[in-house]
């Protein structure tokens, strides 16, 4: 069983940047692979990054690369998503999830945290 605790959200201009977090509590957070996922109203999660447990493989969304960058800290128990060059179309609820395998595929996750909005004016 794994804990997910989203942070970070919060209202940025077009540009701008933020940094996520995710707080992970519970066992063996170190053999799972984590991401990001995000959902504008109206529409379905989509896959915005993922990361294996190891840190060395990552996976982004083409909408996204070159922008963001997910990264982890096992000894902390957290994994961060760097946001730059924000857009407005990117306002949505930014999902922390964490699955056995690395995936980009919501389906694909077990655990997931309760989101933290992010909201990118123009």
């Known amino acids: 069983q794994v804990q997910l605790v989203e942070s970070g959200g919060g209202l940025v201009q077009a540009g701008g940047s933020l940094r996520l977090s995710c707080a992970a509590s519970?066992?063996?957070?170190?053999?799972?692979?984590l991401g990001w996922f995000r959902q504008a109203p109206g529409k379905e999660r989509e896959f915005v990054a993922s990361?294996?447990?190891?840190?060395?493989?990552?996976y982004y969304a083409d909408s996204v690369k070159g922008r963001f960058t997910i990264s982890r800290d096992n000894a902390k128990n957290m994994v961060y998503l760097q946001m730059n060059s924000l857009k407005p179309e990117e306002t949505a609820v930014y999902y922390c999830?964490?699955?056995?395998?690395?995936?980009?595929?919501?389906?694909?996750?077990?655990?997931w945290g309760q989101g933290t909005q992010v909201t990118v004016s123009s």
């Open positions: 990361i294996s447990w190891s840190g060395s493989t990552t």
């Open positions: 999830a964490a699955g056995r395998l690395l995936r980009r595929g919501a389906r694909d996750y077990d655990y």
């Open positions: 519970g066992r063996a957070f170190s053999r799972y692979a």
